[in-house]
């Protein structure tokens, strides 16, 4: 009787540690990758991803070690998939928009084959580079360096917080400015900026995102009067880690001049919406006829809901359709696209945008919401920022 019971145990036993053998076997994600970490994916994330997802970014974590990166495979695939990363991009079939896309295709067939196929680290002993963030001026030293006139703190208590600054040039004469850049003081929390001129709010001098490099003008130039005054408004935002703890910043402003005195002035053409829908799935046109010839440089979201698809075309007079851009609104996110080349449009051609509405529930959960009420509210109207040249200008000092 012994003898059997044991054998039912032993045979009990057995049972049980093929089931917990086959259940952690199934657990256990199977190696299917091809790419590796330490040989195919770090390389990407260090050129692409380092200047927000490093320690001291503005990126809630770090992906410049296995270690960090590991337990985040399945969310960057997510992020990849749905398109909210990298941020701020536009589709290359669309259009000639310089810097379109962070990541190339065989880029994020790479990291998608990684983050699905097991997450394979490579050869254990293998040692990779430190990686540690970088700020520094993208363009060199600037002609004029302006220094917010106060450190700003956002406090233990708050996540994030808009914070207007007043800078005075000191400029004397009027000049041409060809680039305005913004360094930030503490890139832990700087999220976003944007540069404009005292006075004229729709002169848009910079549009400054963490991780996208200010594009100098050639042959056209912002233009700054004598004794001209800046205004950034800079949005400040904590990652979890800095929950909690007040954080402080003390950015500076860099201004680029022109070297030539021939500039042609570069002005804002807004192209605005009546009320759009926000039933998700619904689209929606809207365009603005040119009264005159222009050269295009860039366009970008000048308000707009966090939302929305947009594209947009030229129509010219004879009804050749020439296609612009075609890009998503995101929040936080309110990128300058500039043109790879200058678009020469003339005098009666459409600039037509087609929007289609997405859910902001689900781009609110992408980006770390929930989101303020006023936020998902946001605008019920859509307004792009065309930045232009008069074509028949001739050239002239400030």
């Given at each position: ?321 020439l296609p612009m851009i075609r890009f998503a609104t995101r929040p936080d996110w309110g990128r300058r696209y500039w043109f ?59």
């Open positions: 009787m012994k003898s059997l019971l044991h054998a039912i145990v032993f045979a009990l036993a057995a049972m049980l540690v093929v089931a917990l053998a086959t259940e952690r076997g199934e657990a256990h994600k199977p190696i299917t990758s091809k790419y590796t970490y330490n040989d195919d994916v770090f390389p990407i994330f260090k050129e692409r991803c380092a200047r927000c997802h490093v320690p001291g970014g503005v990126a809630p974590m770090s992906l410049m070690t296995y270690e960090e990166a590991f337990p985040w495979a399945e969310s960057i695939r997510a992020e990849l998939v749905a398109a909210h990363m990298p941020p701020a991009t536009a589709d290359e079939g669309v259009g000639q928009v310089s810097h379109a896309r962070s990541l190339t295709p065989e880029e994020v067939d790479v990291i998608l084959t990684w983050a699905t196929g097991g997450n394979p680290r490579g050869a254990i002993d293998q040692k990779l580079p430190e990686v540690t963030l970088t700020n520094e001026w993208a363009l060199g030293k600037p002609d004029l360096a302006l220094q917010l006139p106060a450190e700003f703190t956002l406090p233990a208590d708050s996540m994030e917080e808009t914070h207007e600054f007043t800078l005075a040039t000191g400029a004397k004469d009027a000049r041409w400015v060809r680039a305005v850049d913004l360094l930030p003081g503490n890139p832990a929390i700087v999220r976003s900026a944007v540069i404009t001129l005292k006075g004229s709010p729709g002169q848009v001098l910079a549009r400054w995102l963490p991780g996208q490099d200010p594009q100098p003008l050639d042959g056209a130039a912002f233009r700054l009067p004598a004794g001209a005054e800046l205004v950034a408004q800079i949005r400040y935002k904590k990652t979890w880690s800095y929950e909690g703890k007040p954080m402080s910043d003390r950015s500076l402003v860099g201004v680029y001049f022109a070297a030539s005195q021939d500039a042609q002035e570069l002005t804002p053409l807004l192209v605005t919406s009546s009320d759009i829908p926000t039933a998700v799935g619904r689209t929606f046109t809207f365009e603005r006829a040119l009264d005159r010839d222009v050269k295009a440089f860039a366009i970008s979201p000048d308000r707009v809901p966090d939302n929305l698809t947009l594209e947009v075309d030229a129509v010219q007079p004879d009804g050749v359709r790879s080349q200058a678009l020469s449009l003339q005098r009666g051609t459409k600039i037509e945008v087609t929007g289609t509405v997405g859910d902001p529930d689900l781009i609110a959960a992408a980006f770390g919401g929930p989101v303020s009420p006023e936020k998902t509210a946001g605008p019920s109207r859509v307004t792009l920022a065309l930045d232009v040249v008069a074509a028949r200008d001739k050239p002239s000092a400030p």
